[in-house]
């Protein structure tokens, strides 16, 4: 990957170069995070999920005996019940507030497709996972981008928020542990959003992506939804990223309005009309077996995570990181001392000669001196060996 390839857009982290840039003509911005669908480098730290789920260890749970018989006509329009009651198992909300989406990014893009009309903003915190943005975007609405700080370690910036508020207002967007640092929201901190919703923007709707929540350390607390704190509260979520089954294309919403539901509802059978019934029972299965699929995934996360924590600090005269409060992925930065401008697109272009695989800052509105790391996507065996040669990269970056 050249040199040129890393001239992003800094202000939209597009991961396009400039020329491509004025000849894109989409309604959703390109962004080269596209790439990781076709790239897979032997040493891959630029995934954020947990190791992939198979086929045969999802047929190995108890419910499946049946699946011979499964009639692959259309599902609901809301999602089947099964799968709605083991979503609710989680987040603690009754399954008739649930609708199931393929994947959270299509759920954002309906809820803004529905809530909002031209001339109507959205306020979004980033860095934030691509689509987040570009979903918004696609769909005719206003962003005002929120960047939060690696400085004060992509802590929530109230103040900030509270300047972008309006009566024009009608989204505020933000994920709960964030893509790309792992970083989670406190409930005071959502309490006091709303309040300040309530004051600026009284119709806007509050969405939580809360795909990592999940995610949590060996035997760390997993953090509660805030599906059941407040009714003008969406999450959002999967089982792609936390379970390792991305291939299902199974999310869902929260939404406790009704009226809303209803729209979303209209709005999905619009679009997809219905999630896949196959699809949907795996879906199902795999998440009432959740905490037997979760206990050993927290495990190897737990120390995935100490085996980096020791290989950044063994890296801090050239490395800084925000360490992650949950999921299997965080945000590192290539110190200004130790790299010039020169020396950054040095380290991108060594990556591929040592099998090397990083998401860019850039994609997600940070700068290209930031990358985001994934640490749990990798064998065990295989996480230590490209840390070493990612150490190989900077030693020639740097030189």
């Not at 024009?168 to 893509?179: D, I």
């Not at 509260?233 to 539901?261: E, Q």
């Not at 949907?280 to 995935?304: D, I, S, W, Y």
């Not at 991108?348 to 790391?373: I, N």
Request: negative net charge; proline residues 4%.
């Amino acid at each position: 990957m050249n040199a040129l390839q890393h001239t992003f857009d800094e202000k939209r982290g597009t991961g396009v170069d400039e020329a491509h840039a004025h000849a894109w003509r989409g309604r959703f911005p390109r962004n080269e995070i596209i790439s990781l669908l076709d790239v897979n480098r032997p040493f891959n730290l630029a995934e954020s999920t947990s190791q992939d789920l198979t086929v045969g260890a999802l047929l190995d749970l108890a419910g499946l005996d049946g699946i011979r018989n499964l009639k692959l006509g259309y599902g609901t329009s809301a999602g089947s019940l099964a799968l709605r009651e083991a979503i609710a198992e989680g987040c603690g909300v009754p399954a008739e507030q649930i609708i199931t989406t393929q994947g959270t990014a299509l759920g954002l893009f309906l809820l803004a497709f529905e809530v909002c009309r031209p001339g109507d903003e959205a306020v979004l915190a980033t860095p934030c996972f691509p689509p987040s943005r570009d979903c918004l975007l696609g769909a005719g609405v206003d962003v005002r981008d929120i960047k939060l700080s690696f400085e004060q370690g992509y802590r929530l910036d109230l103040q900030h928020i509270e300047a972008s508020l309006s009566s024009k207002t009608k989204l505020v967007s933000l994920a709960s542990p964030q893509n790309p640092a792992g970083v989670q929201t406190s409930r005071a901190d959502i309490e006091k959003l709303l309040v300040l919703m309530e004051r600026h923007s009284p119709e806007a709707i509050l969405f939580v992506d809360e795909t990592y929540r999940e995610a949590a350390y060996g035997d760390n607390a997993v953090a509660n939804s805030f599906a059941a704190l407040d009714a003008r509260i969406v999450t959002g979520a999967s089982v792609s990223k936390a379970l390792g089954a991305p291939g299902l294309r199974t999310g869902w919403l929260t939404v406790a309005d009704g009226d809303l539901r209803a729209r979303l509802t209209v709005a999905k059978m619009n679009t997809v009309i219905s999630g896949s019934v196959l699809d949907e029972t795996l879906a199902t299965v795999l998440l009432r077996h959740r905490e037997g699929v979760f206990a050993p995934r927290r495990q190897l996360l737990a120390h995935a995570l100490k085996e980096l924590a020791q290989w950044c600090e063994s890296e801090r005269e050239r490395i800084e990181w925000v360490r992650p409060d949950a999921g299997a992925l965080c945000c590192v930065r290539l110190r200004a001392e130790a790299f010039d401008e020169a020396a950054v697109s040095r380290f991108w272009d060594l990556l591929p000669g040592r099998d090397l695989q990083l998401a860019s800052g850039a994609w997600f509105g940070e700068s290209s001196r930031v990358f985001r790391l994934g640490f749990g996507y990798l064998p065990p065996a295989r996480l230590q060996p490209a840390l070493s040669a990612l150490s190989l990269v900077l030693d020639a970056a740097a030189a």
